[in-house]
């Protein structure tokens, strides 16, 4: 495909992602969006954070605190204002993608499977894209600091990239065995790993208080078997509605609904199985060579088993699967399969239960069964497929060079 039939494509799908502007997105978009940047357009950013008593980390706050100022210097709406921001996240995340990996057709996959994220249903996932994007490129090109710098941004945006944080860690070590600590230079590590991560937490910490720790405490304290993530507790969830409704109700017109436990002990099972197998990715990437493409490949399986096994996982958790997927297949042209695969998994588990405007689909998706759960099978399926495929061989293949879509 020529340049330009590629960059047409791309503006194309730039111009469906406008189109989107005045989609209203899911309950989250006026429950817990609207509602937060009120909150910091009239109490300010500390105080707006507090008062919100959200499970989002603060800079998601400031940036809501900006959409803010922006409209009122505009003289929109907010809600136009929160869609357009979402809308220049999109094009910046596309922007950042091409300028590391110059392959256009490519970016334009990636900006078109992240369109049913962002601009339709309006979740803020894609504020934590660029900098993610760019602390991979900076880790990549092995300059420590500002990969410290970018990932904690990323973090301090969302709280589910600090499940890559242990496979970044890793290969910054670049060691496969505890006998090769020496190897290890700690100098740099203090000085452009620790130092800077540590000041810029607290700092946080100095600036936001108790309510950052409360915040985090509140993000890893769901009690949902599953908050509509097509994973393993959403089996769970349907089997329980078909099999035990006397104690957790029946299905509602053929369909499983959230289930909320109490029990401590049977969520903290569920966790420690969770934690098993992420920990034994870990290790696994430990044991390998720490080529880039390896850490993106086991960064990938190691957060698919929180999306899979964890409890409270919620449907658009698999936003940073597509990423990492996109940047794993560019990098070695056999993991095309995945990067499909995740892109359509994380779009499907958004579109079965909201459609493309947030208000559902326009049909039942029961056809005989809830089509949730043989999703849901499938998504355990991918998850063990790349685990037994990465995980439970003994030594990963050299790495390839790097490819893509051309």
Known sequence: MGKAQQT?????????ALSLLHSPGTGDVSYFWMRWLHNVETQGIRSGFWASYGDYPPLTYVILFAVAKVSQLLQIEAFVGFKLSLAVFLFSTSLVFWAWTKNLLLTMIVQLALILNSMALGYVDIYFAPTLILSLWALQARKLFAFTVLFSMTCFIKWQPV??????????LN????????????????????????????????????????????????????????????????????FYPQAFGS????????????????????KAAFFVLYASVIFAFWRREKTFENLILYALIGYLAYFTFN?????????LVSILAAVLF?????????????ALAANANLFIFYGVDGKGLPISRV?????????????????????SMAVLKTRTSPAAAPAGLH
Not at 163 to 172: D, K, N, Q, R
Not at 330 to 342: A, G, N, V
Not at 371 to 387: E, G, Q, T
């Open 330 to 342: 560019w990098r070695r042209r056999e993991h095309l399969l995945t990067f499909i695969i995740c």
């Open 175 to 242: 060691i496969e065995r505890m006998a090769e600590w020496k190897r290890i230079d700690f100098k740099k590590l203090l000085w452009s790993v620790i130092l800077p991560g540590l000041a810029l937490i607290l700092l946080a910490l100095l600036i936001f208080r108790y309510e950052l720790i409360a915040a985090f405490t509140r993000a890893t304290d769901h009690r949902v078997l599953s908050g509509y993530a097509l994973n393993f507790h959403w089996m769970l969830t349907h089997l329980l509605h078909t």
């Open 163 to 172: 499940i890559v944080a242990p496979f970044a860690l890793l290969y910054i």
């Open 367 to 387: 056809v005989g069964v809830d089509l949730a759960f043989p999703l849901s099978i499938l998504n355990v399926l991918l998850f063990f497929a790349l685990f």
């Open 251 to 270: 299905l509602v017109d053929g369909q499983a609904t959230i289930i909320e436990l109490e029990n401590l002990r049977i969520l903290t099972l569920l």
């Open 311 to 319: 409890v409270g996982v919620h449907e658009n958790h698999l936003f």
């Open 8 to 16: 047409f494509l791309f503006i194309a799908t730039g111009l469906i």
